[in-house]
C-alpha cells in the first residue's frame, strides 16, 4: 500500500490543523492505520492509531483529548485531527499502515509509511 499525507502547515499555539493520508494499491479497510511524528534531534513517536473496520482507537498521553484521529474505508483515507496546538506539537507528522491485529504503537511494527507533512506551530 502506498500512503500520501498531507494538511501540515504553520499555525499559532492553540490553533488546529486536519492531517490527512490518502491510501492507494491495498484493501485500506484491512490496514490499522497509525500517525507518527519526528521533532529535529528526536526519534520518532507513536501519537495515534487507528484500528480496522472496527475503528477502535488509541492515542499518546501527550494528545489525549487534542488529537482525534479517524478513518473514511470508503475514501481510502485517515485523518488526524489536531486541535489547542502546542509547540511542542511540531515535527514532521507521518501516516503508517500495519496488519498487526494488536494495538500497534511502535513504528517497528508497520511496514508501510508516507512521506511526511510538517506541522509547524508558532508561539
Known amino acids: 500500500v502506498q500512503l500520501q499525507a498531507s494538511g501540515g502547515g504553520l499555525v499559532q499555539a492553540g490553533g488546529s490543523l486536519r492531517l490527512s493520508c490518502a491510501a492507494s494499491g491495498g484493501t485500506f479497510s484491512s490496514y490499522q492505520m497509525g500517525w507518527f511524528r519526528q521533532a529535529p534531534g528526536k526519534e520518532r513517536e507513536f501519537v495515534a492509531s487507528i484500528r480496522r473496520s472496527v475503528g477502535g482507537t488509541y492515542y499518546a498521553d501527550s494528545v489525549k483529548g487534542r488529537f482525534t484521529v479517524s478513518r473514511d474505508n470508503a475514501r481510502n483515507t485517515v485523518y488526524l485531527q489536531v486541535n489547542s496546538l502546542k509547540p511542542e506539537d511540531a515535527a514532521v507528522y507521518y501516516c503508517?499502515?500495519?496488519?498487526?491485529?494488536?494495538?500497534?504503537?511502535?513504528?517497528?511494527?508497520?511496514?508501510?509509511w508516507g512521506q511526511g507533512t510538517l506541522v509547524t506551530v508558532s508561539s
Open positions: 503508517a499502515a500495519t496488519k498487526n491485529l494488536g494495538i500497534a504503537t511502535r513504528a517497528v511494527l508497520y511496514p508501510y
